[in-house]
Structures are given as structure tokens and as C-alpha cells.
């Protein structure tokens, strides 16, 4: 669906974006995570058309940014972070005056708005005027301006910037709904945004994609493998090691604590084969009491971290 390769801007003697490249395929959410001032913004507006690229180049489909542009803007939706309404316009006046402006035809728009108004949750404020919205409502009707057209990909931008909890979870599952026949592209500095949002997410770092995997590939091969938590109680810490650490999948392990009868492990793993089902056989077949069993992966956060962090 989309093809990025090679993408450079120059802001003078500044370079923002330094030769991404990225695919985006259609049905996916694609979150483009990093630190302010990484560069997202300036892709994302490279990508509709609103900024030239310095060098690279950007295919929508069987079009070239560089030699279709218009044909290109035509299959996008965009939101910017801030979303460019008309505040003095009451919704339902200023959906329909978008509807005219991307080509809906007349006889169909009315039920474009209507469509729109049930997907973004709008419906209840059609007749109000924009400026008395909350800022969670302002960016659903920015959000249904930029589906007016059906495109084929959805651009986002910092879509939840500035909401409170309630609203980013309602725009999350708005922008899911979405995901599932278009092509979405957001940006994003929450993570937990993006890892509950996207399908995949391309991490960007001083202008460069440092990363690009689905969050939980991402999480396993950089936190080095899944850990196991474990908790027993009437068990010894030597025994438990003994027992334990020789098994398929287990790359280490370690105790954390060890309170009388009480042992706290961590088991790291391996990518594979998966340890569980065995440890748990193995657990059963002594007189431990097993009082926790659960796994944990390398939060994204972390990743986040070590990926963007100065050198």
C-alpha cells in the first residue's frame, strides 16, 4: 500500500528525517513512535504532500509522490495534531461544506454524515457549534473531516494529544474500528498509546527508524526474552535453581528473595521452545505450594528507553 524509501528533509544545515524507510500495508495500524522533535511530524507531512522531500521517495499504491501528487492527496485522509476547523460553523454545516470540497456528490452526502456521525460518536452535536466542543469532540469531527472522502489511508497526527483518559480511550477504539479496512498511520510520543493501539510501530530517533516490529516481537527481542515470575512456598532456593534451570527454554534463573520457605524466581527464556508447560509439570511433581506463576515481557516503556536514549 505504501512504500517509503530512502526519505530525507533538510531544514537548511538541519537534517530532521535521515533516509527512513517504511512499509505500510493495508489493514494496519502503524504507530510512529519517538521522543519530540524526532522527525514524525515532518514524515507524516512528506508523506501528504505538504512538505517536498530533500531525497527519497514515497509510492501510494502505483503512485509516485514526486510525479502524482494530486492522485496520491486524493487517497488520504489527514489530521493534523491540531485539527483545522471552522469553529464559528455549526458540525453538520461544516461537514457538508467538507463533503462538497473533497467531491462527495450531493445526493450522497447527507448520508456520508450521517455514516460519519455513528462511527465518530458525532451525531449528538450536529447541530452545535464547533467552538462550544470539548476538545475530545473538535477531534472526532477532525476525525470524520478526514474520512469524509473514504480514503484508503488514514493520517494521523499526535491524534490524542491534549485528552483527557476517557476521550483518548474513545478516539483509540474509534481509530481501531477504522484500522480494519484502512491503512491507519499515527504518531505518537504515549506509549501506551501504541502499544494499545497499533499493530506494528516504528520507532524513530533523531530522524532515523531505530526500530520496526509489532510491540510484542519488539518487546521479546530486545528485553532479550520473556521472563517467568514465580513464587513457592515450602521450597528451597538451591533446590528450586537445581530443578528448574535445566529445562528446555530456560536461559537463566534467578532468585529475587528468599524468606524462610518462601522463594521468589525469575526464569528468562529463551525465544523458544516456551518453558511454561514443563515448569508447571515439574512444579507439580514436588511439595511445593506454587502461590504465583505469571509472565512478563520488557515493557514497551523500557524499550523505548534504551532505544532513544542519548549516547
Not at 481509530?175 to 501506551?192: A, P, Q
Amino acid at each position: 500500500m505504501i512504500h517509503i524509501e530512502g526519505l530525507t528533509k533538510y531544514f537548511g544545515d538541519v537534517c530532521a528525517v535521515d533516509g527512513i524507510s517504511l512499509i505500510a500495508r493495508q489493514g494496519e495500524i502503524l504507530g510512529l513512535l519517538g521522543p519530540n522533535g524526532a522527525g514524525k511530524t515532518t514524515t507524516l507531512r512528506m508523506l501528504t504532500g505538504f512538505l517536498r522531500p530533500t531525497a527519497g521517495s514515497i509510492r501510494v499504491k502505483e503512485h509516485r509522490i514526486e510525479e502524482q501528487p494530486l492522485a496520491i492527496k486524493a487517497m488520504l485522509g489527514y489530521l493534523p495534531e491540531s485539527a483545522p476547523l471552522y469553529h464559528d460553523m455549526l458540525v453538520y454545516d461544516y461537514l457538508r461544506y467538507v463533503a462538497a470540497i473533497r467531491g462527495v456528490a450531493p445526493d450522497r452526502r447527507s448520508e456520508r454524515i450521517r455514516g460519519l456521525g455513528d462511527l465518530c460518536g458525532i451525531n449528538e452535536v450536529m447541530h452545535q457549534t464547533i467552538s462550544a466542543l470539548s476538545k475530545g469532540y473538535k477531534q472526532r469531527v477532525g476525525l470524520a473531516h478526514a474520512m469524509m472522502a473514504d480514503p484508503d489511508v488514514l493520517v494521523l497526527d499526535e491524534p490524542t494529544s491534549g485528552l483527557d483518559p476517557n476521550q483518548i480511550v474513545e478516539i483509540r477504539e474509534i481509530i481501531k474500528r477504522i484500522g480494519r479496512e484502512k491503512t491507519v498511520i499515527f504518531s505518537t510520543h504515549i506509549l501506551s498509546e501504541a502499544e494499545a493501539t497499533c499493530d506494528r510501530v516504528a520507532i524513530i530517533h533523531r530522524g532515523k527508524i531505530v526500530a520496526d516490529s509489532k510491540t510484542a516481537e519488539l518487546k521479546e527481542r530486545l528485553g532479550g526474552g520473556s521472563r517467568i515470575l514465580i513464587t513457592l512456598d515450602q521450597a528451597d532456593a538451591a533446590q528450586v535453581s537445581r530443578e528448574l534451570g535445566v529445562l528446555a527454554g530456560v536461559a537463566r534463573l534467578e532468585v529475587l528473595e528468599q524468606e524462610g520457605p518462601l522463594v521468589r524466581i525469575a526464569i528468562i527464556c529463551t525465544p523458544a521452545p516456551d518453558p511454561r508447560p514443563e515448569l508447571y509439570r515439574r512444579i507439580k511433581q514436588t511439595d511445593w505450594v506454587l502461590l504465583d506463576f505469571h509472565q512478563d515481557t520488557q515493557s514497551l516503556e523500557a524499550v523505548f528507553r534504551e532505544l532513544t536514549k542519548e549516547s
